[in-house]
């Protein structure tokens, strides 16, 4: 038979089963239904961050190779977006419903389906000899992620139900998933040295084989039937929202920022954000609560989880390309040099988790997204040919910025729900991760792709044939190789300096909005979430047990 796990916070003297309400408080409590056998939680937590490190790990580990992508599959600057985006959207898009899904059928085969799935796609993907076919299959392994993403957080939150103990937990979750964000340039450049672009696909597959055979064996049941509901016209407004809002900026560059489909596609994606919060408004088990969002501090917290991964996806995704073209690093030492980022976030992670004890959790956000602005900002005022050492500064200050943000802002965002919808909390947190994630990405790459390619048509590539000028204005390879090949300096400077024009800007736009983030959580009124929406023990202890 399966047992109540209670709510944290709340003696369990006090709490008895009936009808799914807390009989003492007369508060709503939420059923969980959990397998009988015992294990121990911290054997839980690493096989939960085992698997949330490796596909966080994917996030990041195709962006070193997005170069050699581009030369062998001829694809272009947008293909490349749509390789590394495909997947994130298609996290982003499904992560709500995943959250459900896991909560009502339980959630260790929900990990164990999507680890499998994740390994096959995984597989997939290294045989294809086409962009669009890459293209899918990221898709492919975005759906599996997502599957996989709120279930580890989900088990951690069922498995640490002490709310001290689950912030020391959540603590290191971050730190591995940020540490998997980061690490993943390091890991394919060391691939791509030795082997071709297939090889970060390849990677994958045992890693997520050996994360399926561990959570098999130690992870153990956990359900909330009751209280988990699908929601189909959620599922379809919100997902249409992000893929048509991502879409739109994707293509802008090439269409136009003013043209009638880019102002259709934003006018859509309004109507459908509306959509869908008329739509959960309106349903008595909706995908998403949409009322928690006005409260205030959930939406700051919410908010700083979203522009934080924003600044981190898209740091990633400019700054692997800015090594490999115009720095002329070989893919195993872009790899290294983007390490310091990865160490930093472990330890801002685990650092702020330990500062919000003292000082409280909005001070830690608003100071890691402050750092997070400082450090765009560092590099929008750097030179082309900036010394290494500068570059380590910078990624040490976004590092921290990052994981003094999202650890205590994710454990805050957990405590407001209750056990029984960790899944939901957790996919509430994952949808804000790669919502950011995804549209800085979007953002930040087409940014770069408008001005790189305004910028080079005034150069002497407008000089060269139209075939060739095309090419070099979708593609920063096809540019260099054509500058190379002719053996011209001037070509070579006119690459490097519109690559740097679009950089640089993007940088300054990525600033200003993580600046503004922090301005934003600051000015909120209220507290950030610091306590489950439960009563403490010790406001129950005051009053008499209840009778049986």
């Given at each position: 038979m399966?047992?109540?796990?209670?709510?944290?916070?709340?003696?369990?003297?006090?709490?008895?089963?009936?009808?799914?309400?807390?009989?003492?408080?007369?508060?709503?409590?939420?059923?969980i239904?959990?397998?009988?056998?015992?294990?121990?939680?911290?054997?839980?937590?690493?096989?939960?961050?085992?698997?949330?490190?490796?596909?966080?790990?994917?996030?990041?580990?195709?962006?070193?190779?997005?170069?050699?992508?581009?030369?062998?599959?001829?694809?272009?600057?947008?293909?490349?977006q749509?390789?590394?985006?495909?997947?994130?959207?298609?996290?982003?898009s499904?992560?709500?419903?995943a959250?459900?899904?896991?909560?009502r059928?339980?959630?260790?085969?929900?990990?164990?389906?999507?680890?499998?799935?994740?390994?096959?796609?995984?597989?997939?993907?290294?045989?294809?000899?086409?962009?669009?076919?890459?293209?899918?299959?990221?898709?492919?392994?975005?759906?599996?992620?997502?599957?996989?993403?709120?279930?580890?957080?989900?088990?951690?939150?069922?498995?640490?139900?002490?709310?001290?103990?689950?912030?020391?937990?959540?603590?290191?979750?971050?730190?591995?998933?940020?540490?998997?964000?980061?690490?993943g340039?390091?890991?394919?450049?060391?691939?791509?040295?030795?082997?071709?672009?297939?090889s970060?696909?390849?990677?994958?597959?045992?890693?997520?084989?050996?994360?399926?055979?561990a959570?098999?064996?130690?992870?153990?049941?956990?359900?909330?039937?009751e209280?988990?509901?699908?929601?189909?016209?959620?599922?379809?407004?919100?997902?249409?929202?992000?893929?048509?809002?991502?879409?739109?900026?994707?293509?802008?560059?090439?269409?136009?920022?003013?043209?009638?489909?880019?102002?259709?596609?934003?006018?859509?994606?309004?109507?459908l954000?509306?959509?869908?919060?008329?739509?959960?408004?309106?349903r008595?088990?909706?995908?998403?609560?949409?009322?928690?969002?006005?409260?205030?501090?959930?939406?700051?917290?919410?908010?700083?989880?979203?522009?934080?991964?924003?600044?981190?996806?898209?740091?990633?995704?400019?700054?692997?390309?800015?090594?490999?073209?115009?720095?002329?690093?070989?893919?195993?030492?872009?790899?290294?040099?983007?390490?310091?980022?990865?160490?930093?976030?472990?330890?801002?992670?685990?650092?702020?988790?330990?500062?919000?004890?003292?000082?409280?959790?909005?001070?830690?956000?608003?100071?890691?997204?402050?750092?997070?602005?400082?450090?765009?900002?560092?590099?929008?005022?750097?030179?082309?040919?900036?010394?290494?050492?500068?570059?380590?500064?910078?990624?040490?200050?976004?590092?921290?910025?990052?994981?003094m943000?999202?650890?205590?802002?994710?454990?805050?965002?957990?405590?407001v729900?209750?056990?029984?919808?960790?899944?939901?909390?957790?996919?509430?947190?994952?949808?804000?991760?790669?919502?950011?994630?995804?549209?800085?990405?979007?953002?930040?790459?087409?940014?770069?792709?408008?001005?790189?390619?305004a910028?080079?048509?005034?150069?002497?590539?407008?000089?060269?044939?139209?075939?060739?000028?095309?090419?070099?204005?979708?593609?920063?390879?096809?540019?260099?190789?054509?500058a190379?090949?002719?053996?011209?300096?001037?070509?070579l400077?006119?690459?490097?300096?519109?690559?740097?024009?679009?950089?640089?800007?993007?940088?300054?736009?990525?600033?200003?909005?993580?600046?503004?983030?922090a301005?934003?959580?600051?000015?909120?009124?209220?507290?950030?979430?610091?306590?489950?929406?439960?009563?403490?023990?010790?406001?129950?202890a005051?009053s008499?047990?209840?009778?049986?």
């Amino acid at each position: 038979m399966g047992s109540l796990l209670v709510p944290p916070d709340v003696d369990a003297v006090h709490f008895r089963w009936n009808s799914g309400k807390c009989t003492h408080c007369q508060h709503a409590a939420e059923a969980i239904v959990s397998s009988p056998r015992t294990v121990r939680p911290s054997l839980v937590l690493a096989v939960a961050c085992l698997a949330a490190f490796t596909i966080n790990l994917d996030t990041t580990l195709v962006n070193v190779a997005l170069p050699s992508v581009s030369r062998e599959l001829h694809a272009g600057t947008r293909s490349l977006q749509w390789i590394v985006d495909g997947y994130n959207l298609a996290f982003a898009s499904l992560v709500l419903v995943a959250g459900s899904l896991g909560d009502r059928f339980g959630r260790r085969p929900a990990l164990l389906a999507g680890l499998g799935g994740f390994a096959l796609a995984s597989a997939a993907a290294a045989a294809v000899s086409h962009p669009s076919g890459l293209i899918a299959l990221r898709f492919a392994m975005g759906a599996c992620a997502a599957v996989i993403f709120p279930t580890t957080l989900s088990v951690i939150t069922n498995a640490f139900p002490v709310r001290r103990e689950r912030a020391q937990a959540i603590g290191l979750w971050g730190a591995v998933t940020g540490l998997g964000v980061a690490v993943g340039p390091v890991c394919g450049g060391l691939l791509l040295a030795h082997f071709g672009w297939v090889s970060v696909f390849l990677a994958l597959v045992p890693v997520s084989l050996v994360a399926l055979a561990a959570a098999w064996r130690i992870v153990p049941e956990s359900r909330s039937p009751e209280n988990a509901r699908l929601d189909p016209p959620g599922l379809l407004t919100s997902s249409a929202a992000v893929g048509l809002l991502v879409y739109t900026i994707i293509e802008a560059p090439a269409r136009g920022w003013t043209a009638t489909q880019t102002a259709a596609g934003f006018a859509g994606t309004a109507g459908l954000a509306v959509a869908f919060v008329l739509i959960e408004r309106r349903r008595s088990r909706p995908m998403i609560d949409v009322s928690l969002f006005r409260t205030p501090a959930f939406s700051a917290a919410s908010g700083s989880v979203t522009i934080a991964f924003f600044a981190l996806f898209g740091f990633i995704f400019l700054v692997t390309q800015y090594f490999q073209f115009i720095r002329g690093y070989g893919t195993l030492s872009t790899g290294v040099r983007i390490l310091p980022v990865a160490l930093c976030i472990a330890v801002g992670s685990v650092a702020g988790v330990t500062l919000v004890k003292r000082i409280g959790t909005r001070p830690v956000v608003v100071t890691g997204l402050l750092l997070l602005g400082c450090g765009y900002g560092w590099i929008a005022l750097s030179p082309t040919f900036v010394d290494y050492s500068a570059i380590v500064g910078q990624m040490v200050i976004m590092g921290l910025g990052l994981g003094m943000t999202t650890a205590p802002a994710t454990e805050s965002i957990l405590s407001v729900l209750p056990p029984a919808k960790a899944g939901l909390g957790s996919a509430v947190n994952d949808a804000t991760r790669e919502t950011g994630g995804t549209l800085g990405v979007a953002v930040l790459g087409s940014i770069f792709t408008s001005l790189y390619t305004a910028h080079l048509g005034t150069t002497g590539f407008a000089h060269l044939p139209p075939a060739q000028a095309s090419a070099a204005r979708e593609s920063v390879s096809a540019a260099l190789s054509t500058a190379r090949g002719s053996r011209s300096q001037d070509l070579l400077s006119a690459v490097q300096t519109s690559f740097m024009d679009g950089f640089h800007t993007a940088c300054v736009v990525a600033a200003a909005i993580c600046v503004a983030g922090a301005l934003l959580a600051l000015a909120l009124p209220g507290r950030f979430p610091s306590a489950p929406l439960v009563p403490r023990a010790r406001s129950a202890a005051r009053s008499p047990a209840p009778s049986p």
